[in-house]
């Protein structure tokens, strides 16, 4: 058993354990999980409580009667306590991440890092060179920044879970003009793209047959955690579904391009010192124009990204990419000039 010097690290331990209001664990259930930690933290259930007594008079932990047992739980959904103390640097890289998420992610996601960014936003007060880091740090998008649909917040909790513990859940499905289904899903991973969250998974009935869907969060409501585990298919890979799903394919061609493409000097400077790959070369050519070469793949964000520049980018290679722009630029044509 520990000596009373070591009760500082049981302490720690038992506030890792105690889960966020609305779950709960009773002391007897604590105790437990602080012998599966570490056998050497045998104590008595009295001891454990009036430890947790002393704990609740510190931190925001709370407890309820369950019959003749407490149970206990954070009152604060995003309570948070650094140890060791977040460092300056830490906290800085948090807040820039946080401003970078903001406009990727659904708010149920990030209200997930609350606390981190909270505990940052302190440390960062505090700090007479740091403080002031919305001055010194911007993080510019390209493109159209939408807001992306809100998720449920005990929706994405417990898909997590699920996707943690390897749990089956069962949720309602709902889409529009159809009518809302209760579905028990085997939950796989989950995608983020433009700020929507895909779940991906299996359904439990005969008629998916096992089959790897994409479903919604953001049309999913009333999860329910089953005690079930997961049934995964046989091989499965989410890095290989992702490429092989067609929802997701950016492959309009085949494997690697050539690319040759000129540059005005202003569109130039917004690549900076970006590399598009790793035999990226650039050149200037005489009239003035940059030269840009690199192996890219042959995608559509690449065509996105390209065309993104309007006239100030001329694709010269290969010849079926530059033929493919030049129809685009008489569509265009076209379609302004009547």
Known sequence: MRKAGDTIMRSLTM?????VQPRSKTTREIGEELLAVDPDYEVDIRSIQRSLEKLSAIFPIGSERDGRANRWFWTQKDAITQIPAMSRETAFALKLAGEYLKPIMPPSTLRLMAGHLRAADEMLKGESKLGAWARKARIVERGIAMTPPSVRQDVI??????????QRIEVTCSAPGERAVRRVLNPLGVIFRGGII???ATEEDEESEGEVQHFLLHRLSN???LAEAVQRPRGFSLSRHIDEAEEFSSEPGVGKLKLRAAFQPEAFGQLGDARLASDHRTAMRRDGRILVEATVADSAELRTWLMGFGAMVEVLAPKRLRTEFAKHAEALHAAYVK
């Open 15 to 19: 506030l890792q354990v105690i889960p």
């Open 157 to 166: 909790e417990e898909v997590y879970r699920a996707l943690l513990d390897d």
């Open 198 to 200: 895909h779940l991906v």
């Open 223 to 225: 999860p329910t955690l």
